[in-house]
């Protein structure tokens, strides 16, 4: 049996590259093939990509349901997990889990691991901008 899909009304999804809307009521789809599905809620529109690790998952997305142009966006990948790094040395562990992903083409792997990467970007920002409050005037 292959992969079934239950889908809402108006839920948009990705297969192989085309988007795909649902319709007035809910629907249920079976993908008898391999080929790349995303859902709605886990696609991320280029506009949403306002950071560094949303770019990396991005880019994962784009490696994942396109195929083609995959050498272009590896590149970029690759430019761009290494000032990640540079810059955020704790998220090392993440990158090399999703570098590991890629380099056995298991990209949707790769985005599940990104996901928990933008999560940690999310809190080392809000952690950093706990720290970086006012600073007291000397009396």
């Known amino acids: 049996m292959g992969l079934k899909i239950e889908l809402k009304p108006q839920e948009r999804f990705i297969i192989g590259g085309a988007v795909v809307k649902n319709g007035d009521s809910r629907t249920e789809l079976i993908i008898e093939n391999r080929v790349p599905i995303l859902r709605e809620k886990d696609i991320l529109s280029?506009?949403?990509a306002d950071t560094p690790c949303k770019r990396i998952y991005f880019l994962l997305q784009l490696m994942y349901v396109e195929g083609k142009d995959l050498a272009e966006f590896q590149?970029?990948?690759?430019?761009?997990?290494?000032?990640?790094?540079?810059?955020?040395?704790?998220?090392i562990g993440f990158v090399d889990a999703i570098s590991e992903h890629i380099i056995?083409?298991?990209?949707?792997?790769?985005?599940?691991?990104?996901?928990?990467?933008?999560?940690?970007?999310?809190?080392?920002?809000?952690?950093?901008?706990?720290?970086?409050?006012?600073?007291?005037?000397?009396?």
Request: no cysteine; glycine share 4%.
């Open 46 to 48: 280029v506009d949403k």
């Open 104 to 139: 056995s083409n298991r990209y949707y792997q790769a985005l599940k691991v990104a996901r928990q990467l933008i999560k940690r970007e999310e809190k080392l920002v809000h952690d950093a901008g706990k720290t970086t409050g006012s600073i007291p005037e000397n009396p």
């Open 75 to 91: 590149k970029t990948y690759w430019d761009l997990v290494r000032d990640v790094v540079r810059a955020a040395p704790s998220l």
